[in-house]
């Protein structure tokens, strides 16, 4: 890229990055300051907001450079991305959505603690939420970096690490000074601007195929160097028992793990009833399976069009497959066209960056304050209500710099690797110990207190320590650590083992607990959850 075209996409950046802080210092201007409009953003947004809000949640970096790089080196196999994100969204909406919006109010240790014993239930839910959000963090980090560096010509690691600090100093601001309402109206322009680069990018790629699918897919499979192999099956997850028990893993992970993530269940609280949680979750659904469907489209089309041995030349991991093709849609380096479709999608995949980083970290500062200072604070004698009015906002300032702090030192060490693989393992994390304790809390009479903390441990510890085990982190030439080799698991992702031990380590818990249920506290967390009847 010439000095020129990068100083229009830089110039595009500064203009996301200073609308959303207009945005955010408005908002910061006409708060009232209060924990209901610093977590759920008074819960005033209509169902067609949070429906936009919840796509740019979900629609990360991930989604936009990970997956569609994953489908131009891999083909097929990585459609399983694609496919599993948006199968996991029947699973909210029918068995999530509405129930917790009305057991909870802010957090997800809310719906839990509502007929447990609270301390130790908050504690664990709160410590499992920090995980899994810094884990979804890193793999923003790591977008970010990958992004930067391609627009600056992929020579400079010096720019890759301050772009990883500068995207979380504007994460803490976002969250700060905004709070929900502020990182919903950024998620909302966020996902307006998504979706209209990605329907220009797939309209641009079917057009230079005349609309002809099966022509893109042949020249795609030309291209890619593995033939007829790269539209079939197996090319990454086939090779052999260890591979395809990885590609059962990671399906779990994805189609189980979303009803896990705590940036998610905390969008159900921004609306005021459980019907519009419901529609929102409807129009969630049809963004971004419209949007899915579009990245296989520039996944193949970058395999054919760009070529998958540049892509990756670029960025081993595919990182970079979309704003390549871009840069080939307008017609090549060097030329204008070019340069200025690049530097808007590259806008575009920075913002949304920002936005999705802005969401978790406001969810997991949420699970800081709420769940575990709040906590500790009852335990010394002073009322809940006390903590929240005097504290709980502030500390979830302060919580919100801690986790930006640990997401930048982790996505500095992480950023060789691919962004959707990352995304991957805060799924089969949040699938392991939030979705178990979850269904449990909702469904099983019997479930006692001592169930919901050895589920929630029971499903993180394994799955963090198989990840640490495992070729992700040692043993491998695209490990984070690949000089030494610790690796004892096989597997690169762990959903395959961690998401069962977390079911059973609630069963477990449960049945040798001496707790008796309360059937009285049961049935009426079972009513307020189906009906809404005394839900905040």
């Excluded at 957090?107 to 884990?135: H, N």
């Excluded at 504007?170 to 680069?197: D, E, H, P």
């Excluded at 702090?405 to 089969?428: H, T």
């Amino acid at each position: 890229m010439t000095g020129d075209h990068q100083a229009l996409a830089l110039l595009l950046f500064s203009a996301f990055i200073a609308a959303t802080l207009a945005i955010t210092t408005w908002v910061s201007r006409h708060r009232r300051g209060s924990a209901e409009e610093f977590y759920a953003g008074g819960r005033l947004f209509s169902p067609l907001e949070n429906g936009f809000a919840i796509a740019g949640d979900y629609m990360s970096a991930a989604s936009f450079l990970g997956i569609s790089g994953l489908i131009a080196l891999f083909g097929y196999d990585g459609m399983l991305y694609s496919v599993g994100f948006l199968v996991a969204w029947l699973v909210v909406l029918f068995l999530v959505a509405e129930l917790v919006r009305n057991c909870g109010r802010f957090t997800l240790a809310d719906v839990i603690a509502a007929r447990m014993r609270e301390r130790p239930v908050r504690i664990a839910s709160g410590t499992s939420a920090v995980t899994v959000s810094v884990l979804y963090l890193v793999a923003q980090m790591v977008g970010a970096g990958s992004l930067v560096a391609l627009l600056l010509g992929g020579t400079s690691e010096a720019a890759r690490s301050w772009t990883v600090i500068g995207v979380g100093a504007l994460m803490v601001v976002y969250v700060s000074l905004g709070g929900m309402r502020a990182t919903t109206w950024i998620q909302i322009v966020k996902a307006v601007l998504l979706m209209a680069g990605a329907i220009a990018l797939t309209v641009l790629v079917l057009l230079r195929f005349h609309g002809d699918i099966g022509q893109l897919l042949t020249t795609a499979a030309e291209r890619s160097g593995h033939g007829r192999d790269f539209l079939a099956p197996g090319l990454k997850y086939g090779g052999d028992w260890t591979s395809r028990l990885d590609f059962i893993s990671l399906g779990l992970a994805l189609v189980l793990g979303t009803a896990g993530l705590p940036h998610i269940l905390s969008r159900f609280y921004t609306v005021p009833t459980a019907r519009a949680a419901r529609r929102s979750v409807v129009w969630a659904i049809g963004l971004i399976g419209s949007f899915y469907l579009m990245t296989i489209v520039l996944g193949f089309g970058a395999a054919a069009i760009v070529g998958t041995d540049e892509v990756r030349a670029s960025n081993a991991a595919g990182n970079t497959a979309v704003p390549l093709l871009a840069l080939d849609l307008g017609g090549g380096a060097g030329s204008t066209g070019g340069a200025v479709l690049f530097a808007v999608v590259a806008a575009v995949a920075f913002a949304t960056i920002l936005a999705v980083v802005a969401g978790i970290t406001l969810a997991s500062s949420a699970s800081v304050a709420h769940d575990l200072y709040a906590t500790l604070r009852r335990r010394r004698g002073e009322g809940r209500e006390d903590a929240r009015r005097y504290g709980e906002v502030a500390v979830a300032r302060v919580a919100a710099a801690g986790v930006g702090a640990v997401a930048i030192g982790l996505g500095l060490l992480a950023r060789d690797l691919n962004v959707a693989f990352l995304v991957g393992l805060a799924f089969a994390v949040a699938a392991s110990a939030n979705l178990p304790v979850l269904l449990y809390s909702l469904f099983w009479r019997n479930f006692t207190t001592r169930g919901a903390v050895w589920s929630v441990y029971g499903g993180l510890v394994p799955a963090v320590l198989l990840v640490v085990f495992s070729p992700v982190v040692s043993g491998h030439p695209e490990a984070l650590f690949p000089g030494v080799d610790f690796h004892l698991f096989p597997l690169q992702n762990p959903g395959m083992v961690s998401i069962p031990l977390g079911f059973l380590a609630g069963w477990l818990g449960t049945v040798t607990s001496p707790e008796v249920p309360d059937p009285a506290k049961h049935a009426e967390t079972e009513v307020r959850a189906l009906t809404g009847a005394g839900a905040v």
